[in-house]
Protein backbone atom coordinates (compact mmCIF):
# COMPACT_ATOMS: atom_id res chain seq x y z
CA UNK A 1 0.00 0.00 0.00
CA UNK A 2 2.47 2.36 0.66
CA UNK A 3 4.62 1.54 -2.17
CA UNK A 4 1.72 2.19 -4.19
CA UNK A 5 1.25 5.59 -2.50
CA UNK A 6 4.91 6.29 -3.14
CA UNK A 7 4.75 5.38 -6.99
CA UNK A 8 1.89 7.57 -7.50
CA UNK A 9 3.74 10.46 -5.63
CA UNK A 10 6.41 9.99 -7.93
CA UNK A 11 4.02 9.91 -11.10
CA UNK A 12 2.34 12.99 -9.95
CA UNK A 13 6.16 14.58 -9.55
CA UNK A 14 6.82 13.61 -12.89
CA UNK A 15 4.40 15.02 -14.48
CA UNK A 16 4.65 18.33 -12.82
CA UNK A 17 8.29 18.49 -14.04
CA UNK A 18 7.14 17.82 -17.41
CA UNK A 19 4.65 20.08 -17.46
CA UNK A 20 7.02 22.76 -16.25
CA UNK A 21 9.51 22.12 -18.32
CA UNK A 22 6.95 21.95 -21.22
CA UNK A 23 5.84 25.76 -20.04
CA UNK A 24 9.60 27.44 -19.90
CA UNK A 25 10.28 25.99 -23.46
CA UNK A 26 7.19 27.58 -24.76
CA UNK A 27 8.03 29.11 -27.97
CA UNK A 28 7.84 32.99 -28.03
CA UNK A 29 5.02 34.14 -30.49
CA UNK A 30 5.33 36.80 -33.59
CA UNK A 31 4.64 39.92 -32.84
CA UNK A 32 1.03 41.18 -34.76
CA UNK A 33 1.46 44.28 -36.94
CA UNK A 34 -2.03 46.78 -36.67
CA UNK A 35 -5.18 45.57 -37.11
CA UNK A 36 -5.87 42.05 -38.05
CA UNK A 37 -8.02 39.57 -38.63
CA UNK A 38 -6.84 36.14 -39.51
CA UNK A 39 -9.80 34.95 -40.78
CA UNK A 40 -10.32 37.71 -43.61
CA UNK A 41 -6.92 36.72 -45.42
CA UNK A 42 -7.44 33.12 -45.36
CA UNK A 43 -9.34 30.86 -47.27
CA UNK A 44 -11.43 27.33 -46.07
CA UNK A 45 -10.16 24.43 -48.44
CA UNK A 46 -11.63 21.15 -45.89
CA UNK A 47 -12.07 20.54 -42.52
CA UNK A 48 -12.65 17.31 -40.65
CA UNK A 49 -14.47 16.74 -37.47
CA UNK A 50 -11.67 15.36 -34.61
CA UNK A 51 -13.33 12.80 -32.09
CA UNK A 52 -10.76 13.29 -29.16
CA UNK A 53 -10.82 11.40 -26.05
CA UNK A 54 -11.77 13.38 -23.07
CA UNK A 55 -8.35 12.43 -21.63
CA UNK A 56 -6.83 14.14 -24.85
CA UNK A 57 -8.56 17.07 -24.59
CA UNK A 58 -7.87 17.65 -20.88
CA UNK A 59 -3.92 17.01 -21.45
CA UNK A 60 -4.65 19.24 -24.70
CA UNK A 61 -6.10 22.21 -22.57
CA UNK A 62 -3.94 21.39 -19.36
CA UNK A 63 -0.79 22.30 -21.34
CA UNK A 64 -2.24 25.39 -23.44
CA UNK A 65 -0.97 27.92 -21.95
CA UNK A 66 -3.19 30.13 -23.39
CA UNK A 67 -6.46 28.54 -22.43
CA UNK A 68 -5.12 29.07 -18.51
CA UNK A 69 -5.83 32.54 -19.08
CA UNK A 70 -9.67 32.20 -20.18
CA UNK A 71 -10.25 29.51 -18.10
CA UNK A 72 -9.50 26.52 -15.86
CA UNK A 73 -9.02 23.02 -17.45
CA UNK A 74 -11.37 21.41 -14.78
CA UNK A 75 -14.18 24.16 -15.58
CA UNK A 76 -14.75 22.72 -18.90
CA UNK A 77 -17.65 20.52 -19.93
CA UNK A 78 -16.15 17.84 -22.13
CA UNK A 79 -18.80 15.96 -22.90
CA UNK A 80 -19.68 18.90 -25.49
CA UNK A 81 -16.16 20.00 -26.62
CA UNK A 82 -16.28 19.84 -30.05
CA UNK A 83 -13.07 19.73 -31.83
CA UNK A 84 -12.53 20.50 -36.38
CA UNK A 85 -9.42 20.59 -37.93
CA UNK A 86 -9.45 23.09 -40.81
CA UNK A 87 -7.09 22.79 -43.85
CA UNK A 88 -7.13 26.78 -45.18
CA UNK A 89 -4.80 28.62 -47.77
CA UNK A 90 -2.61 31.53 -46.77
CA UNK A 91 -0.30 33.29 -48.91
CA UNK A 92 -0.35 30.45 -51.15
CA UNK A 93 0.54 28.15 -49.08
CA UNK A 94 -2.11 25.39 -47.03
CA UNK A 95 -1.71 25.50 -43.30
CA UNK A 96 -4.15 23.68 -40.63
CA UNK A 97 -6.38 25.49 -38.46
CA UNK A 98 -7.49 23.81 -35.27
CA UNK A 99 -10.59 25.29 -34.02
CA UNK A 100 -12.51 24.10 -30.55
CA UNK A 101 -15.28 24.88 -29.37
CA UNK A 102 -15.33 24.45 -25.43
CA UNK A 103 -18.49 25.03 -23.31
CA UNK A 104 -17.87 25.72 -19.56
CA UNK A 105 -19.86 23.98 -16.87
CA UNK A 106 -21.37 26.83 -15.44
CA UNK A 107 -23.62 27.28 -18.71
CA UNK A 108 -23.02 30.62 -19.24
CA UNK A 109 -19.32 30.76 -20.76
CA UNK A 110 -18.35 29.04 -24.18
CA UNK A 111 -14.47 29.47 -25.33
CA UNK A 112 -13.30 29.21 -28.94
CA UNK A 113 -10.04 28.63 -29.67
CA UNK A 114 -8.09 29.06 -32.98
CA UNK A 115 -4.63 27.42 -33.65
CA UNK A 116 -2.95 28.34 -36.72
CA UNK A 117 0.27 25.75 -37.76
CA UNK A 118 2.03 29.14 -39.13
CA UNK A 119 1.30 32.28 -38.35
CA UNK A 120 -1.23 34.25 -40.21
CA UNK A 121 -0.28 37.61 -40.27
CA UNK A 122 1.62 37.02 -36.98
CA UNK A 123 -1.43 35.36 -35.08
CA UNK A 124 -0.66 32.10 -33.70
CA UNK A 125 -3.64 31.82 -31.34
CA UNK A 126 -6.54 33.67 -31.42
CA UNK A 127 -9.39 33.39 -28.78
CA UNK A 128 -13.03 34.63 -26.97
CA UNK A 129 -15.03 33.84 -24.40
CA UNK A 130 -18.35 34.40 -24.91
CA UNK A 131 -21.24 35.06 -22.64
CA UNK A 132 -25.04 33.28 -22.86
CA UNK A 133 -27.49 34.99 -21.34
CA UNK A 134 -31.27 35.20 -21.98
CA UNK A 135 -30.43 34.30 -25.32
CA UNK A 136 -28.31 37.11 -26.03
CA UNK A 137 -24.65 36.00 -26.96
CA UNK A 138 -21.44 38.67 -25.77
CA UNK A 139 -17.85 38.71 -26.18
CA UNK A 140 -16.47 38.99 -22.80
CA UNK A 141 -12.54 39.27 -24.14
CA UNK A 142 -10.59 38.67 -26.47
CA UNK A 143 -7.07 36.53 -27.09
CA UNK A 144 -4.58 37.24 -29.73
CA UNK A 145 -1.34 35.46 -29.44
CA UNK A 146 -1.45 35.07 -25.31
CA UNK A 147 -2.30 38.48 -24.44
CA UNK A 148 -5.93 38.90 -23.16
CA UNK A 149 -8.35 42.06 -23.58
CA UNK A 150 -11.41 42.13 -21.68
CA UNK A 151 -14.24 43.96 -23.28
CA UNK A 152 -17.48 45.60 -21.60
CA UNK A 153 -19.82 46.53 -24.37
CA UNK A 154 -18.75 47.79 -27.83
CA UNK A 155 -15.93 49.50 -27.08
CA UNK A 156 -14.13 51.81 -29.82
CA UNK A 157 -10.53 53.05 -28.66
CA UNK A 158 -8.97 53.38 -31.91
CA UNK A 159 -9.15 53.40 -35.88
CA UNK A 160 -5.73 52.93 -36.63
CA UNK A 161 -2.45 51.72 -35.13
CA UNK A 162 -1.24 55.39 -34.29
CA UNK A 163 -4.59 55.70 -32.10
CA UNK A 164 -2.86 53.32 -29.55
CA UNK A 165 0.60 54.93 -29.34
CA UNK A 166 4.48 53.96 -30.25
CA UNK A 167 3.83 50.58 -28.88
CA UNK A 168 0.40 50.06 -29.55
CA UNK A 169 -1.73 48.06 -31.90
CA UNK A 170 -5.59 48.61 -32.47
CA UNK A 171 -7.35 45.52 -32.75
CA UNK A 172 -10.84 44.99 -34.48
CA UNK A 173 -13.93 42.54 -33.21
CA UNK A 174 -16.82 41.61 -32.95
CA UNK A 175 -19.57 42.81 -30.87
CA UNK A 176 -22.40 42.55 -32.20
CA UNK A 177 -23.45 39.75 -34.59
CA UNK A 178 -26.30 39.41 -37.10
CA UNK A 179 -27.71 35.47 -36.28
CA UNK A 180 -30.45 36.31 -39.39
CA UNK A 181 -26.99 36.34 -42.06
CA UNK A 182 -25.44 33.40 -40.20
CA UNK A 183 -28.33 30.94 -39.99
CA UNK A 184 -28.95 31.82 -44.10
CA UNK A 185 -24.90 31.42 -44.56
CA UNK A 186 -24.51 28.08 -42.20
CA UNK A 187 -27.49 26.48 -43.05
CA UNK A 188 -27.88 24.03 -40.68
CA UNK A 189 -27.28 27.10 -38.07
CA UNK A 190 -30.80 28.24 -38.46
CA UNK A 191 -32.97 25.74 -36.40
CA UNK A 192 -30.48 26.48 -33.47
CA UNK A 193 -29.53 29.92 -34.02
CA UNK A 194 -33.70 30.76 -33.41
CA UNK A 195 -34.08 28.50 -30.36
CA UNK A 196 -31.06 30.53 -29.00
CA UNK A 197 -33.01 33.75 -29.35
CA UNK A 198 -35.70 32.61 -27.26
CA UNK A 199 -33.81 31.72 -24.56
CA UNK A 200 -32.94 28.35 -25.01
CA UNK A 201 -30.09 27.60 -23.82
CA UNK A 202 -29.06 24.14 -25.01
CA UNK A 203 -29.66 25.35 -28.60
CA UNK A 204 -27.64 28.46 -27.94
CA UNK A 205 -24.87 26.08 -27.28
CA UNK A 206 -25.76 24.30 -30.62
CA UNK A 207 -25.66 27.72 -32.62
CA UNK A 208 -22.41 28.58 -30.98
CA UNK A 209 -20.68 25.26 -32.03
CA UNK A 210 -22.05 26.01 -35.78
CA UNK A 211 -20.55 29.04 -35.71
CA UNK A 212 -17.22 29.30 -33.79
CA UNK A 213 -16.74 25.90 -34.58
CA UNK A 214 -18.06 24.73 -38.56
CA UNK A 215 -18.64 27.88 -40.20
CA UNK A 216 -15.88 30.63 -38.62
CA UNK A 217 -15.27 32.50 -42.29
CA UNK A 218 -19.25 32.71 -42.13
CA UNK A 219 -19.58 34.39 -39.02
CA UNK A 220 -16.59 37.10 -40.32
CA UNK A 221 -18.78 38.17 -42.79
CA UNK A 222 -22.08 38.49 -40.33
CA UNK A 223 -20.88 41.10 -38.10
CA UNK A 224 -23.21 44.05 -37.45
CA UNK A 225 -21.27 46.15 -35.58
CA UNK A 226 -17.51 45.83 -35.19
CA UNK A 227 -15.67 47.73 -32.14
CA UNK A 228 -11.60 47.83 -31.31
CA UNK A 229 -9.26 47.78 -28.43
CA UNK A 230 -5.62 48.77 -28.20
CA UNK A 231 -3.23 46.22 -27.25
CA UNK A 232 0.54 46.75 -25.87
CA UNK A 233 3.01 44.69 -26.85
CA UNK A 234 4.81 43.75 -23.30
CA UNK A 235 8.53 44.29 -23.29
CA UNK A 236 11.28 41.77 -24.32
CA UNK A 237 13.31 40.03 -21.93
Not at 127 to 133: E, K, L, M, R, S
Request: net charge neutral.
Amino acid sequence: MRRRALLAIFVVLLLVGAYGAYVVSYPKYPEVDGCVNPFAVTKPVAKIQENWSRAHMFFKLATMRDFWKLAKPWDVDYSHVKIVKHTIEYNGEKITMLAVGIPLKDKKHVIAMYEFSKPVQGVKVRGYIFNVDQGQVKIEAVLTNGRVTPLSGCQHECSTASDCGPFGRCIPYCCDHDWGCIASCCGDCAFSCGKCAQGDFENCLECLYCVIVSCPYCATSCCEEEGTYCDYLSPGP
